[in-house]
């Protein structure tokens, strides 16, 4: 192999380890993402699951009382 076909191929693999560190920055910014939505997703779920909690606790104590 000469000398300009060993640039030539070091050239494509430094290309080609440049698109991978940037495909794998855009994953890990979709992953970082689809985490903070998920994160979000359940505190909402959270609340509303403790909320229906507290009424349904509170429709059993006036049940009782009644």
């Known amino acids: 192999m000469n000398c300009k076909s060993s640039l030539v191929m070091q050239a494509i693999l430094l290309a080609a380890i ?24 359940n505190l909402k779920q959270l609340s509303i699951n403790l909320i229906l909690r507290y009424l349904a606790e509170s429709e059993h104590d006036h049940n009782q009382i009644a």
């Open 18 to 41: 440049k698109l991978l560190n940037y495909a794998l920055r855009i994953v890990t910014i979709l992953g970082n993402n689809i985490s903070a939505t998920l994160r979000v997703y």
